[in-house]
């Protein structure tokens, strides 16, 4: 079995088929929205992104990067160790926002409608052989 390095564009591609697979447009309620993780604190020192977008429920793009990320309608900021966790769906992401973990740019109002959503993702995300 081929494992991926984490944010690698490798990992990305992978993300993206395994998210269309199990999160199937009902699934995601036929959402369209934008989402671009920044991570600080990666262990090269460099800051890099987790950018998702879903049109009417259907993942069109998962990218990986470093510094900007595309535009989106969610900015959420974060030290790469906890996202990670995030990511291995070994914390859940609604937590770490309100818990002040992670910062948000965006509507709260929607992010906190979202955050189930963006749970599940999770726990589709922490099936990909990955080495964090």
């Not at 990305?12 to 993780?37: G, Y």
């Not at 429920?57 to 535009?71: N, Q, R, W, Y």
């Not at 900021?77 to 818990?99: C, E, N, P, V, Y």
Request: overall charge positive.
């Amino acid at each position: 079995m081929t494992r991926y390095d984490y944010l690698s564009p490798e990992w990305a591609v992978e993300v993206r088929k395994k998210l269309q697979v199990d999160l199937p447009a009902e699934k995601m309620k036929f959402i369209t929205t934008s989402m671009s993780n920044i991570y600080t604190n990666c262990p090269d020192g460099k800051v890099r992104y987790l950018f998702f977008k879903v049109e009417k429920g259907v993942f069109t793009e998962v990218l990986v990067g470093e510094d900007d990320p595309p535009a989106a309608d969610f900015r959420i900021t974060g030290d790469h160790k906890l996202f990670s966790m995030i990511s291995q769906a070994k914390m859940k992401s609604q937590r770490a926002l309100m818990t002040g973990k992670l910062k948000l740019r965006g509507n709260m109002v929607k992010a906190l409608k979202l955050a189930s959503l963006a749970d599940r993702m999770n726990a589709v995300i922490a099936t990909v052989p990955t080495n964090y």
